[in-house]
């Protein structure tokens, strides 16, 4: 058996996919030529993005490099063979953790797994209806816990405006949905500058007028900066209370309900609700 160890990100998972392919083939061609080699099968192989909290004797461990030429070679071949739906799935579920609130350090493996069913199966994509395939299971549940939380966020989301005119907004989401809510915001918001900050992995989604978004480290952000708002922005925040406590009857307020529609973990980024928790 071997095992890869890869970051937990969508490049350092995708170069491990990479590894782990080129190694089974590399391996065998060893075999085939006669050199002290084992045949070698995807069976025998996994994928983990973080350390083995125990290791097993007869299994070598295999770090892996990241690198963006290898993850943008297996990006490629995925879209080219498997299409873009299938190559968004898979990302979602690269992007979760798991839905019960923990790290989810198999979905490397799941993710690896349903790639080599996908590719090898005369199905093609169409493996994901495969649910009863434990691999393709994981990365169903996976990608919809992402993409589940990425729709609420797009509608829960808010922007203020800052002193220097930019527009921001602070998430703490539990997936990594920071992506697909950057790229939606930049068809949504073309012509404004805009960062979103996921205070959970220090990391910031900074878009330009009229160019594309960029995601960045931003765990020495200038916190003084965000506390300074435009006198607009507080203007249209009164407005913005004051209207969403004028459309309330208050015979019907149904704080569990409200509660189901946006649950208690996003009001805290959310200006009507912030004061309510």
């Not at 083939?25 to 192989?45: W, Y």
């Not at 404004?192 to 480290?217: P, Q, W």
Request: hydrophobic share 40%; net charge negative.
């Amino acid at each position: 058996m071997y095992t890869f160890i890869c970051n937990d990100s969508p490049s350092g998972i995708l170069s491990g996919i990479y590894d782990a392919w080129d190694f089974k083939i590399k391996q065998n061609r060893k075999f085939q030529s006669g050199e002290t080699a084992a045949l070698c099968s995807h069976a025998d192989i996994a994928l983990l993005c973080r350390e083995p909290e125990n290791y097993s004797l007869f299994c070598e461990y295999l770090p892996v490099e990241e690198a963006e030429e290898k993850s943008d070679k297996v990006a490629k071949t995925i879209l080219k063979r498997l299409g873009s739906e299938f190559y968004d799935t898979l990302l979602n579920a690269i992007l979760a953790i798991a839905p019960e609130g923990k790290s989810a350090p198999d979905k490397a493996d799941a993710a690896y797994q349903t790639v080599v069913y996908a590719l090898s199966s005369p199905l093609g994509a169409g493996v994901l209806n495969d649910l009863a395939n434990p691999y393709v299971h994981r990365v169903f549940t996976l990608s919809r816990a992402t993409e589940g939380e990425s729709h609420h966020l797009s509608g829960f989301l808010r922007f203020s405006e800052l002193e220097n005119g930019v527009l921001f907004a602070t998430i703490h989401p539990k997936n990594n949905a920071l992506p697909f809510l950057a790229e939606h915001f930049t068809d949504r918001l073309p012509q404004e500058n805009f960062m979103i900050y996921d205070e959970n992995r220090r990391t910031a989604a900074v878009h330009s007028a009229g160019k594309n978004f960029m995601l960045v480290d931003a765990s020495d952000l200038n916190q003084d900066i965000l506390d300074h708002y435009s006198q607009k922005e507080q203007k249209y925040r009164s407005l913005w209370q004051t209207f969403f406590e004028s459309i309330a009857i208050k015979a019907r307020i149904n704080p569990k309900l409200q509660s189901q529609n946006i649950p208690k973990r996003f009001w805290g980024d959310t200006v009507e609700l912030r004061g309510k928790l």
